[in-house]
């Protein structure tokens, strides 16, 4: 079965840049830094990488992206993070990926956020060279950061829109900042042209999604898993063709729900919910693209037809626009239709 997911077409829509890096990559960046690290093999480094088994919370999932948020401060480094996921992403099929990151979280050195973008979309356009991924970058604004911080993200993804930039995105301690917070910075990000999507529904409930959708206007929602707390969220979704990106693994391991008999994709996707499958963090989370569809077909009753619908989702999910979609559109399709 694993060749089989192997070989299906995939996008990735809900990967981040700091969760994804390998841990041969930060012994280099750390030699190179001078810095002392807890362990000098990859694989004795991986525990300071990656949740094991399932985390108390959001918070303690989150914490894990201190330790490589570290190592992450220089063109090089960024560089070098943005093309190693595409050149993972190639390794799973995997036909398009955006990758996300906050610019403000990667200026200890002295890096502007404009920069920071820059050096991640080169990264990207080298590795979609290398690969033959097509790869683009959402930027992250962050709950609990200051309206200029956030403002100043804005300011620099729109300037790379359409240019290695697709969207933004707001992330964070989702219960402890809610979205009403963040009004004016994504009224700015709508005003710039820039797509939006929004994490919520995952430490937070149903409000939450409602909020992002209603309020800052999202065109997709980062996760979504609590929403079905309230059934008129969940219609608000279908009825507005709002893609879910759902990321299983990690949805688990955050406790966004209790256990997989609970997770709630059957029930959205018999819906007509737009659901997409994503990886969120290839080296926190411990997973890859391949795994997160493995599972949907041997433990949550898929059908290898409707994993099929799935990916599809996630093709036509995408923020890239005009002649580059239709591009991948094309490829996938044809793709699928020789899996099938
Ligand atoms: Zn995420």
Known sequence: MT???LALPKVDLHLHLDGSVLPATIIDLAREAGERLPAEEPGQLLPYMRVEGECKSLIEYLNKFRFVGQFLHTPYSLERAAYEVVEQASAQNCLYIEVRFAPQLHRKLGLTVEDAIHYVVRGLQQGERDFGVMARCIAICLRGHSEEFNREVI??????????VVAVDLAGAEAAFPAELYRD?????????????????EAAGAASVRTAVELLGANRVGHGVRMREDSAVVELIRRGRIPLELCPISNLQTKAVDCLSSYPIRDYFDKGILVTVNTDNLTVSDTTITKEYELLH?????SEEEVGRIAMYGAEAAFVKGAEKKELLARFGQQLALWQ
């Open 185 to 201: 910075i994504f009224a700015m990000a709508r005003e710039r042209g820039l797509p939006i999507t929004i994490h919520a529904g």
């Open 298 to 302: 041997a433990k949550l009753g898929f």
């Open 155 to 164: 300011r620099a993804a729109s300037l790379y829109l359409g240019k290695g």
């Open 3 to 5: 060749n089989r997911m």
